[in-house]
């Protein structure tokens, strides 16, 4: 047995949320759904911006891209 600890898809999404109010404000929702075609997806709804949507084989697989893609623009705007 490992001693890694897994994280739960809600600990991730209230990661996420936690990330986005700090840098950008209000944020209307994060969640996750299964799409027929193309799997799951993960999106982040802002109340000013455009929506963030990630892909991903499995739920903690989006999540994990949608994190890094808004850590990403995070460190891309704090370049500026």
């Known amino acids: ?3 890694k600890e897994v994280k739960t898809i809600e600990e991730r999404i209230e990661r996420i949320c936690k990330m986005a109010k700090e840098h950008f404000g209000e944020v209307r ?11 799951w997806v993960a999106k982040i709804q802002f109340d000013e911006f455009e929506s963030l949507v990630a892909e991903g084989e499995d739920a903690n697989d989006a999540l994990r891209n949608l994190r890094k893609r808004l850590s990403k623009i995070i460190d891309r705007y704090n370049m500026v």
């Not at 929702?29 to 799997?39: A, D, E, L, R, S």
């Open 1 to 3: 047995m490992s001693s």
């Open 29 to 39: 929702f994060v969640g996750i759904k299964k799409h027929n075609k193309i799997g």
